[in-house]
């Protein structure tokens, strides 16, 4: 199988964190339908040919099933399990599917050598710091280890960067889209407000059962709503409780739609599922069931009626809409969000599906809540909230940059430097793994003040060896110095990253033969060399 451009960089990335840069544990990140299960099956492959024994880690049975069928139809190797009674000792494959629960069993694990496998995939890996999870790998302790998730966050609120050591690649859920890999996203809100503050919190989230108990009363506006905007769409419905879930079939089916649920203990979950696919029903709801290894394609219209404020769940859920579906004349997702009122929590809404910031994310919902009522492409509301940011942040960073440039110091603030080189990624670091969470070392802190960068204010190790990347990707650029930067803008000068080494140093050999002062005919704060936009 010919891997997608992407697929392949993702693949490639990978090889190169274990063996170029001697990392052990990273991670890979891809949406939803992206073909993670792919990736993972052509890395254990090409593990497999290195010599190596591999593991595929889940903590579900249907997980286990999909990897090893993908492993099977995509690479020609068979898999060996271990799973309750099944185990993978005295088998003759090389790569084994597991099930977390299975071996985090200390009599399970003790039938094997610490070093009995040299390679760990762990599908959705979002779950990888869970105690279970934990002890499997620390027993394997030698291994290499690849996480492969679509969504990086937990509801604990623990970072992910606490264990795994490195991004080796990350392909976005707007790439994807604008690619023609996924579909587009079309974001509705309803002007239906949904009072949650009566709602206790439970290990991180909103506790589901006073979830349902709050929805309740909710349930036949919500279904009125949905004849307005689902009555030709396939819709999926997320709920927090199986009973709240089958009452919503019932509301449903009065109001025309050919609704059905399926939930844990449905022991006909196969055939409902099948059915759904076949069109026998437009409406399928669930208690969180289907939020992970489940697929239809045809799946337009996903509804989230289980409130979170766990981002990856949120993704999970929204994913079930997002593959292609050429054959049905598929050509977006609609999502219905609700005016959900929470005094206390931040909820996860569309714009948790694209926005980086907080603050950016805050805005497009502000957005899409002031146009309730109609459809909105989250990647044009989140281009339009990002814009009002910009200009509000340049607003407020315009005086603290303007003390900074009177500030008579030798080396450049690297706030004022990442301004000036135009560096949102810079400007917005948060640091992700533990490494980056460290203070910066001395080596990192010597090369950035030789380089003319202000080293007490640099926060942590991730955001110096981002800095330090990006100096050196300059030099080769041919680019300003921040030398160059820090005298050029205390004498008036503006954007002076974005200009050329050579017109920096022409201007600052004009300004030294006039005496330091300006040459005549320039206005420092409207000057731009030629080729500078």
């Given at each position: 199988?010919?891997?997608?451009?992407?697929?392949?960089?993702?693949?490639?990335?990978i090889?190169?964190?274990?063996e170029?840069k001697?990392?052990?544990?990273?991670?890979l990140?891809?949406?939803?339908?992206?073909?993670?299960?792919?990736?993972?099956?052509?890395?254990?492959?090409?593990?497999v040919?290195k010599?190596?024994?591999?593991?595929?880690?889940?903590?579900?049975?249907?997980?286990?099933?999909?990897?090893?069928?993908?492993i099977?139809?995509?690479?020609?190797?068979?898999?060996?399990?271990?799973?309750?009674?099944?185990?993978?000792?005295?088998?003759?494959?090389?790569?084994?599917?597991?099930?977390?629960?299975?071996?985090?069993?200390?009599?399970?694990?003790?039938?094997?050598?610490?070093?009995?496998?040299?390679?760990?995939?762990?599908?959705?890996?979002?779950?990888?710091?869970?105690?279970?999870?934990?002890?499997?790998?620390?027993?394997f302790?030698s291994?290499?280890?690849?996480?492969?998730?679509a969504?990086?966050?937990?509801?604990?609120?623990?970072?992910?960067?606490?264990?795994?050591?490195?991004?080796?690649y990350?392909?976005?859920?707007?790439?994807?889209?604008?690619?023609?890999?996924?579909?587009?996203?079309?974001?509705?809100?309803?002007?239906?407000?949904?009072?949650?503050?009566?709602?206790?919190?439970?290990?991180?989230?909103?506790?589901?059962?006073?979830?349902?108990?709050?929805?309740d009363?909710?349930?036949?506006?919500?279904?009125s709503?949905?004849?307005?905007?689902?009555?030709?769409?396939?819709?999926?419905?997320?709920?927090?409780?199986?009973?709240t879930?089958?009452?919503?079939?019932?509301?449903?089916?009065k109001?025309?739609?050919?609704?059905?649920?399926?939930?844990?203990?449905?022991?006909?979950r196969?055939?409902?599922t099948?059915?759904?696919?076949?069109?026998?029903?437009?409406?399928?709801?669930?208690?969180?069931?289907?939020?992970?290894?489940?697929d239809?394609?045809?799946?337009?219209?996903?509804i989230?009626?289980r409130?979170?404020?766990?981002?990856?769940?949120?993704?999970?859920?929204?994913g079930?809409?997002?593959?292609l579906?050429?054959?049905?004349?598929?050509?977006?997702?609609?999502?219905?969000?609700?005016?959900w009122?929470?005094?206390r929590?931040?909820?996860?809404?569309?714009?948790?599906?694209?926005c980086?910031?907080?603050e950016?994310?805050?805005?497009?919902?502000?957005?899409?809540?002031?146009?309730?009522?109609?459809?909105?492409?989250?990647?044009?509301?989140?281009?339009?909230?990002?814009?009002?940011v910009?200009?509000e942040?340049?607003?407020?960073l315009?005086?603290?940059?303007?003390?900074?440039?009177?500030?008579?110091?030798?080396?450049?603030?690297?706030?004022?430097?990442?301004?000036?080189i135009?560096?949102?990624?810079?400007?917005?670091?948060?640091?992700?793994f533990?490494?980056?969470?460290?203070?910066?070392?001395?080596?990192?802190?010597?090369?950035?003040?030789?380089?003319?960068?202000?080293?007490?204010?640099?926060?942590n190790?991730?955001?110096?060896?981002?800095?330090?990347?990006?100096?050196k990707?300059?030099?080769?650029?041919?680019?300003?110095?921040?030398?160059?930067?820090?005298?050029?803008?205390?004498?008036?000068?503006?954007?002076?990253?974005?200009?050329?080494?050579?017109?920096?140093?022409?201007?600052?050999?004009?300004?030294?033969?006039?005496?330091w002062?300006?040459?005549?005919?320039?206005?420092?704060?409207?000057?731009?060399?030629?080729?500078?936009e």
């Open positions: 199988m010919q891997l997608r451009d992407y697929q392949q960089k993702a693949h490639d990335a090889f190169t964190e274990w170029e001697g990392t052990q544990r990273t991670l990140v891809l949406p939803t339908g992206c073909g993670k299960t792919i990736v993972f099956a052509k890395v254990a492959e090409d593990c040919k010599g190596d024994k591999v593991l595929i880690l889940a903590h579900r049975g249907e997980l286990l099933e999909q990897a090893s069928d993908k099977k139809k995509v690479t020609g190797l068979g898999c060996a399990v271990e799973k309750a009674e099944q185990t993978c000792i005295g088998k003759w494959f090389r790569i084994v599917t597991g099930s977390v629960q299975t071996l985090q069993n200390d009599k399970r694990l003790s039938k094997f050598s610490k070093d009995y496998f040299d390679t760990i995939i762990i599908d959705e890996a979002h779950h990888v710091l869970s105690n279970g999870y934990q002890k499997v790998l620390e027993y302790n291994a290499k280890v690849l996480g492969v998730t969504t990086p966050d937990r509801g604990d609120m623990k970072n992910l960067g606490s264990y795994f050591q490195t991004l080796a990350e392909y976005t859920l707007p790439e994807a889209i604008k690619s023609g890999y996924l579909v587009p996203i079309k974001a509705l809100t309803i002007p239906l407000t949904l009072d949650l503050s009566s709602v206790s919190m439970s290990a991180g989230d909103f506790k589901a059962s006073d979830i349902g108990s709050a929805l009363p909710y349930l036949e506006g919500i279904a709503e949905m004849e307005k905007y689902c009555k030709n769409r396939k819709t999926v419905v997320f709920l927090p409780l199986i009973s879930s089958q009452k919503f079939v019932e509301i449903l089916n109001h025309g739609f050919k609704a059905t649920e399926v939930n844990g203990n449905s022991k006909d196969n055939e409902i099948k059915d759904f696919a076949e069109n026998k029903y437009n409406v399928l709801c669930n208690s969180m069931l289907l939020t992970e290894g489940w239809c394609p045809d799946v337009d219209c996903v989230v009626l409130p979170t404020k766990v981002r990856s769940l949120y993704s999970q859920m929204v079930r809409g997002t593959r579906s050429p054959q049905t004349g598929k050509k977006d997702l609609l999502l219905l969000d609700f005016l009122h929470s005094e929590h931040e909820l996860c809404h569309p714009a948790s599906l694209i980086n910031s907080d950016v994310a805050r805005k497009m919902t502000k957005k899409l809540e002031d146009s309730a009522g109609a459809e909105m492409d989250i990647q044009e509301a989140e281009e339009e909230a990002l814009k009002d910009q200009e942040r340049e607003k407020a315009a005086e603290q940059l303007k003390e900074m440039r009177k500030r008579k110091k030798k080396l450049v603030d690297p706030l004022q430097y990442a301004m000036s135009q560096a949102e990624d810079l400007q917005n670091y948060v640091p992700s533990g490494w980056e969470c460290a203070p910066a070392n001395e080596k990192q802190l010597k090369y950035l003040e030789a380089h003319g960068i202000e080293s007490n204010e640099i926060p190790a991730g955001y110096a060896s981002m800095l330090i990347d990006r100096l990707l300059r030099n080769i650029e041919g680019l300003a110095t921040p030398k160059q930067v820090r005298f050029l803008e205390r004498k008036g000068f503006r954007n002076v990253g974005t200009w050329k080494f050579k017109d920096a140093n022409s201007m600052i050999s004009r300004i030294s033969a006039n005496n002062r300006l040459p005549k005919g320039v206005q420092a704060s409207t000057y731009k060399p030629e080729g500078v």
